[in-house]
């Protein structure tokens, strides 16, 4: 199970953290990730992180303006938003890599709104 918290209005320029916490069986985790989905549009790739090494791959949309990281003991991955855009206004989900290198485990998303 994935839970996302974090999210919010913001305006632009602004920065929010969004976190999601995983519970369950995480052992066989190869790496969690971020997606987003604008009104309107399809789920797209934000970034990703390899829970065995830390590597980290991003959109670039976002690249210089997002940050991923994660906590292996509190099983739980970030995703630091800065200089945000009104573009960047969507409902993020969270989502892991379990047993294989497809997203198959989501969670129910947060809604990140940024003002002009």
């Known amino acids: 199970q994935l839970v996302e918290s974090g999210g919010g209005l913001v305006q632009a320029g602004g920065s929010l953290r969004l976190s999601c916490a995983a519970s369950g069986r995480t052992f066989n985790t190869y790496a969690m990730g971020w997606f987003r989905q604008a009104p309107g549009k399809e789920r797209d790739f934000v970034a990703r992180?390899?829970?065995?090494?830390?590597?980290?791959n991003y959109a670039d949309s976002v690249k210089g303006r997002f940050t991923i990281s994660r906590d292996n003991a509190k099983k739980t991955v970030y995703l630091q938003l800065n200089s945000l855009k009104p573009e960047d206004t969507a409902v993020y989900y969270c989502?892991?890599?379990?047993?294989?290198?497809?997203?198959?485990?989501w969670g129910q998303g947060t809604q990140v709104t940024v003002s002009s």
């Open positions: 992180v390899s829970w065995s090494d830390g590597s980290t």
């Open positions: 989502a892991a890599q379990v047993g294989g290198f497809t997203f198959n485990y």
